[in-house]
């Protein structure tokens, strides 16, 4: 059978490579974003929605009752901000969609996933998952939460056939580090303090997802791996 994928944030960046790339080896992906349809053909269903409401919920499983690996990919920056620059509502913002969408998200799916004794989720962490300096309080703080998520997840249910990951990407040219290569950006700065020097390409992001979902993982558990051009190692 034809296995079933769901990505959050389909539209673009990380998200739409790993769309490409499932694709591209014969799985049916199930797509969501709050942007427009991504420019897909194939065996791609695409559903418009902001994974932060709950109301999501209720047409995800309309829209797709059941997969076999669940990509929680979204994910938003808050423009490095320190605490006493966050409003409640900001801080609310980031957690909503970095954390709490990917909690309920994971919790839709994973019970017919224990049933089955089959699943994979692959949780999209980052380097700030680990350290900070990665985005500020909100970010930083949400990605910790969501690394945290990922390790008793895996714990919880190993012996129930489900495999969960995350994967900590460093410094990726998305669009949603786009504004670091505006003019005065922080895009140089970045790719000469990264040891590989540059920047990383969501291409990059996606091979290791399709690894991960691949099955040939097996062994492996709750692991979160880095994947940012040694930026860690300093």
Request: hydrophobic share 45%.
């Amino acid at each position: 059978m034809t296995k079933r994928v769901l990505i959050t944030g389909v539209s673009s960046g990380i998200g739409l490579a790993q769309a490409r790339l499932f694709l591209e080896n014969g799985y049916a992906v199930y797509g969501v974003d709050k942007s427009d349809k991504p420019d897909l053909s194939g065996n791609f269903y695409f559903l418009q929605r902001d994974i932060s409401k709950e109301l999501t919920l209720a047409a995800l499983s309309d829209f797709v009752p059941s997969v076999d690996i669940l990509c929680n990919t979204a994910g938003i920056l808050d423009a490095y901000k320190p605490l006493l620059d966050v409003t409640d509502i900001a801080l609310e913002t980031v957690f909503q969609t970095n954390f709490f969408a990917n909690v309920r998200l994971t919790r839709h799916y994973l019970e017919k996933m224990v049933i089955a004794r089959s699943g994979i989720i692959i949780n999209m962490c980052s380097i700030a998952s680990f350290m900070a300096g990665g985005g500020g309080v909100a970010y930083t703080a949400s990605k910790h939460a969501l690394a945290g998520f990922t390790r008793q997840l895996a714990l919880d249910y190993a012996r129930a056939g489900i495999q969960v990951f995350g994967i900590a990407p460093g410094a990726v040219k998305t669009a949603m580090t786009q504004a670091d290569f505006e003019p005065e950006g922080l895009a140089q700065w970045v790719a000469d303090e990264t040891p590989i020097g540059r920047w990383l390409e969501p291409e990059e992001i996606a091979d290791l997802t399709l690894y991960l979902a691949s099955g040939k993982a097996s062994a492996m558990q709750g692991e979160i791996i880095k994947m940012d051009g040694g930026w860690s190692l300093k």
